[in-house]
């Protein structure tokens, strides 16, 4: 299991949730963001319009299978200005 700290607000304008969602869900590993006494599955839409918080600019994902290196890289991407 890999666990990475990222910045979300790196971009002049943020990305489209569903593109992340989208993106996750092309991994074979799972990946969460952890609130303090809760998991959010990334690859979940209603798990994510509920539970993201885009208001904090580091969240923390975790990333469990396969393919977590992979999936890692491909996320932070997202959030690379």
């Known amino acids: 299991m890999l666990r990475k700290a990222m910045d979300i607000r790196q971009r002049y304008h943020p990305i489209p949730l569903t593109v992340l969602i989208t ?44 393919d977590e290196k992979h999936a890692e890289e491909r996320i932070e991407r997202l959030f690379a200005p």
Do not use: H, W
Request: glycine fraction near 4%; charged fraction near 25%; aromatic fraction near 16%.
């Open 23 to 66: 993106t996750a869900k092309s991994c074979d590993c799972d990946i969460f963001v952890e609130y303090e006494a809760s998991r959010i599955n990334v690859k979940d839409y209603e798990a994510m319009i509920q539970g993201f918080d885009t208001r904090a600019q580091t969240q923390l994902f975790f990333f469990s299978g396969s």
